[in-house]
């Protein structure tokens, strides 16, 4: 009896398209109609006009073919990026920029990990800040300007809020601001976890003075320090403090103590408000804690105390 619809290839082949029809109907469909199957997180907030802005140029200039926006529940990537991407995180991205190839890092963690000054070096010249990069320089973006009306038109056609003084103030926006800006917004509606708010600001460093130590904490500082605060320690002034000035350092004269140096590495800019720093304590520094243990931190606060204890 069931063999006989094969000897029927028309009847065969309507019956197979209306039950793959019916299927993605129910599994397809139905489900984008929901508003449930469309959860926004509750710190989501908008794009702003300059942050669509600086979106459009991620699009225009082909950022997404190198640099994915999804961080995979995967420990690993955990460990190297931060939280996992979560379906709510992406309630106004029209369209998706997850990705699929990773040429450079990922994205989806970015913002506030750096401060503008960074950002806007990096993209002028790529190498001067990670000289192994392979990224291409895009200095014309510090001169053009953003297109007011082509950025009002996608913020109505998208539904998004904005106010005339926002769009008259575009037209003064260099491209460069526009794609830091929007760069500097990437995953800031998942709060980020101190993972070093155990540790004490008053905290001795248990390695200090050892040479082995020393020696690991020097490789592991040229790996994931040196891009910012340079080789020597240095710095660069006005973006990313010295670290060997102890009146330039977290604004404060004399030094802090170990445990200070620790909480920063680990929590980054997260533990600004733990150790008393001045300033704002949302961006700037990266937090390392999901990727260095508690040795390897302590490794990196020995070489740091052994390059200021040179005259």
């Not at 019916?22 to 959860?39: C, F, K």
């Not at 800040?129 to 009306?149: I, Q, T």
């Amino acid at each position: 009896m069931a063999g006989q619809i094969y000897r029927k290839p028309i009847a065969f082949t309507v019956m197979v398209v209306l039950a793959v029809l019916a299927g993605s109907i129910v599994m397809m469909a139905y489900p984008m109609i929901r508003p449930d199957m469309h959860p926004k997180l509750e710190g989501l907030k908008p794009f702003t006009p300059l942050q669509l802005a600086g979106r459009d140029i991620y699009q225009r200039e082909g950022c997404v073919n190198c640099h994915t926006q999804t961080v995979r529940p995967l420990k690993s990537e955990v460990m190297r990026y931060g939280d996992y991407s979560k379906a709510g995180e992406f309630y106004y991205d029209h369209p998706f920029l997850w990705g699929s190839k990773r040429t450079g890092p990922d994205l989806a963690r970015e913002g506030g990990k750096r401060p503008d000054a960074w950002h806007v070096a990096h993209f002028k010249n790529p190498q001067e800040m990670v000289p192994r990069s392979n990224m291409p320089r895009y200095p014309w973006l510090a001169e053009a300007k953003v297109d007011a009306d082509a950025t009002r038109q996608h913020m109505t056609a998208l539904g998004l809020p904005f106010t005339a003084e926002q769009i008259g103030e575009l037209g003064q926006k260099t491209e460069l601001a526009a794609l830091v800006s929007y760069v500097q917004v990437l995953g800031t509606a998942v709060p980020r976890s101190q993972v070093g708010a155990a540790m004490s600001v008053d905290a001795v460093d248990p390695l200090l003075g050892k040479p082995e130590a020393i020696s690991a904490g020097q490789k592991i500082y040229v790996d994931n320090c040196a891009v910012c605060h340079q080789d020597d320690l240095k710095g660069m002034p006005g973006a990313f403090p010295s670290l060997v000035a102890h009146d330039e350092f977290l604004d404060q004269h004399p030094d802090l103590p170990d445990g200070a140096y620790y909480l920063m590495i680990s929590d980054g800019s997260e533990a600004k408000a733990i150790i008393g720093r001045k300033g704002d304590p949302g961006g700037g520094m990266s937090a390392f804690g999901n990727q260095l243990s508690k040795d390897e931190i302590w490794s990196v606060v020995a070489y740091i105390r052994s390059k200021q204890g040179q005259k």
